[in-house]
C-alpha cells in the first residue's frame, strides 16, 4: 500500500492540503474556505472529514500529518494569537486532529515548514545549516541548524522579517508597530514603496511613471527593470543592498552552507539574486567570503505549503505529539 | 575513584588547564606559556605531561577533555588560522591530543565553550536556548538553541562581535576590515573608543578629563559613572544602546530565554545591565517583550575558561572524536 503524510497549510482566507509520498510527490490535493462553518472546532471537522474522504478514495496508507499554520507553535500544537486568521486566542490544533486521527501530528508555522520543506524535499537537501527567506506580502524566515530547525524557547524564532535595519529608530513604519523592519524594505510591499519613492524622489523617465500607484506591483518592477527602465533597476539594487547586508550579518550568526530564496519576489531572478549576493559579499565577515550560497528554492510555487507542511512530519520526530511506532 | 574532565583553554600568550569534577568545581589547575617550546608539536607534549602528572599527583580518572581555542574546530580538531597564536596554518589540535589520552576529546572556539560552560555548570542549567554575550577586547558569543551549541556549517557561527550595527558602510573601523562592527561599539575597547569621543565632542566636565587617552580604561570609565560622571554615564548609554539594539535583532533570530553577559565589561553590572536591557526591550517586536532575561554569568571570572573547555566534553557527545565507552 502506498505510504503518504498528509500536508496542511492553513491561510488567511484558504487552507490547502494533501497527500504526500516518500519523494515529495503530491498524489492528491484539494482546498477549502478557511472560515468555514464558522468556529475553529467546525473547520477542523470539516478539513479532518475531508483528509479521510481523499484517503478512502485513493486507498493510501496515512503515517502522519503536517501542518503549516501563522503563529504554529511546535511544543504546544496551538495556534496562538494568529491576527489573520479567522479564530481568536489559542487554538488546539494538534489535540484537535487527534481526535480525528491516530497518527503523529506536527505543527509549525509556514516559514519553518517551507524551510524543512527545502531540506527533505528540495534543494537543501544533505545540507545540515541553511536559512530559507520567503519573500512574499512580508519577510519569512526558517533557520535549520545541525540538521534542526530553529525553533526558540516560545516557538518564536527565526523572525528575520522583523530584524531591525537601522540601530536609529528610524525607517519605515512596520505593521508590527516598529520601525526599520527588513521586510518593510526586502518584500513585495518593501520594493513596490521603494519603486513609489524613486518615482515621487526621481525625474528620471520610467515605465511605471503611468501606472496609477496602487497599481504598482513587484512583477510590474522586476518587468520594467528587465526592460532596462533605470528606476526598476534602482529599485532592485536598494532592495539588494539591505536584503544583502542582513544576510551578511545572519551568516555571522548561522554561518550557514546556503541561503534560499523563496515566494513571489524571489522569482524575479537574476534581479534579485545579482544585487542581494553583490551586496552580501561585500558586507561578509573575510572567513566567510565566498562560502555561502545564496539560491533559489526547489519547491515549485504550486504544492510548495503542502509538501512542507508534510515535511514537518517527516522530519522532526522529537517534537512529534504522538510516538512513530 | 574521582572521575574528572580536563579542561584546557588556550590563549595567545597563556595556556590554562584544570581537572574538574562533575559538580563544576575545579579541583587541580595550573598554566604555562603558550609559546613553549616554539613548535606545536613541543606545545602538546608539554600540555600532555603537565596533564598527565597532574592526574598521577591527584589520582583522579580522566573522563574526558575540552579545549577552548580560539579559532578552534568543532569538526576537524583541528585550530585553524588563529591570528593571536604563536603557530601557524591547520594545527590538529585534537588529533595531536589523541596520541596522549584514550579519552573523548572536544575542542571549540572559547565563547562557544563559556556557553556550554554556562548551560552545564551556571546560570543556564536547564536552558535550552540562551545566548552568550562576552564583552571583552572584543565582542564573542556562543548561542546554543533545543539544547545544542550552534556550530554552523564551517564551525564559524556567533561571531556576534562581526553583526554589523550600521548598513551603509559607515561607523567604526573593525580588525576585521570592515566598518561597523558591534564589538568596535559593545566591549571594553568600543567603550573606551566612545569615552574619548565624548570627551574630545563635549565640554562638560569629567573626571577623566585629566587622565591620559591611552590609560583610559573601562574599568576607569564605570568607576566616574559611579560617581555621577554625566559623560562616563552617557558612554554607558550609547554602549547598552547600540548592544541593546542588536540584542532585540538577535532575539526574532533565536527567541532565547536568556542572554547572559560574561567578562570584563559585565562587571560594570547595573551600568551596562540596565541601559542594555532598556534599550533591548524598547526595540523587542511585541511577541517577545518581557519574556528575555538578560543575567551576568555565574561562572566566576577565575576558572571560567576552564570549566567552560571542561563543559565541551560534558556535553556534546556527538561531536566527540572518541566514543564514550
Redo the contacts between chains.
Keep these: 500500500m502506498v505510504k503518504v503524510v498528509a500536508g496542511v497549510d492553513i491561510g488567511g482566507t484558504g487552507t490547502k492540503f494533501g497527500l504526500v509520498d516518500p519523494n515529495g510527490e503530491v498524489l492528491s490535493e484539494s482546498k477549502m474556505p478557511t472560515a468555514v462553518g464558522g468556529t475553529f472546532e467546525c473547520f477542523v471537522e470539516k478539513l479532518a472529514e475531508e483528509i479521510q474522504m481523499m484517503l478512502a478514495d485513493t486507498g493510501f496508507e496515512l503515517e502522519g500529518i503536517g501542518i503549516g499554520a501563522p503563529s504554529g507553535n511546535y511544543y504546544t500544537g496551538n495556534i496562538s494569537g494568529a491576527s489573520n486568521l479567522p479564530w481568536k486566542g489559542d487554538l488546539p490544533m494538534v489535540d484537535e486532529m487527534l481526535k480525528h486521527f491516530e497518527v503523529p501530528i506536527v505543527l509549525s508555522n509556514d516559514a519553518n515548514a517551507t524551510a524543512m520543506g527545502e531540506m527533505v524535499f528540495g534543494g537543501a537537501k544533505g545540507?545540515?545549516?541553511f536559512v530559507m527567506i520567503t519573500l512574499g506580502t512580508g519577510l519569512g524566515s526558517g533557520?535549520v541548524?545541525?540538521g534542526?530547525l530553529?525553533?526558540?524557547?516560545?516557538?518564536?524564532?527565526?523572525?528575520?522579517g522583523?530584524?531591525?535595519?537601522?540601530?536609529d529608530g528610524k525607517g519605515r513604519a512596520c505593521n508590527?508597530?516598529?520601525k526599520g523592519c527588513l521586510e518593510t524594505y526586502a518584500s513585495a510591499t518593501g520594493i513596490k514603496k521603494t519603486m513609489i519613492e524613486l518615482l515621487e524622489s526621481s525625474r528620471e523617465e520610467s515605465l511605471l511613471r503611468n501606472v496609477p500607484i496602487n497599481e504598482i506591483s513587484s512583477r510590474m518592477i522586476a518587468s520594467a527593470a528587465q526592460k532596462g527602465d533605470k528606476l526598476a533597476l534602482e529599485a532592485f539594487d536598494y532592495t539588494g543592498?539591505?536584503l544583502g547586508?542582513?544576510l551578511?550579518?545572519?551568516v555571522?550568526?548561522?554561518?550557514?552552507?546556503a541561503i534560499f530564496l523563496f515566494g513571489g519576489l524571489s522569482l524575479s531572478g537574476d534581479l534579485i539574486f545579482d544585487t542581494t549576493r553583490k551586496y552580501m559579499e561585500q558586507?561578509l565577515?573575510?572567513?566567510?567570503k565566498g562560502?555561502v550560497k545564496l539560491l533559489p528554492s526547489q519547491l515549485g510555487a504550486q504544492g510548495a505549503a503542502i509538501v512542507g507542511a508534510a515535511s514537518l512530519a517527516h522530519q522532526q520526530k522529537d517534537y512529534l505529539h504522538f510516538e512513530i511506532s
Excluded: K
Design positions: 545540507m545540515r545549516d533557520i541548524s545541525g534542526q530553529i525553533i526558540g524557547s516560545q516557538s518564536m524564532a527565526a523572525e528575520l522583523h530584524v531591525l535595519v537601522h540601530s508590527c508597530g516598529r543592498r539591505l547586508v542582513q551578511a550579518n545572519i555571522s550568526v548561522m554561518n550557514p552552507e558586507n565577515l573575510s572567513i566567510y562560502s
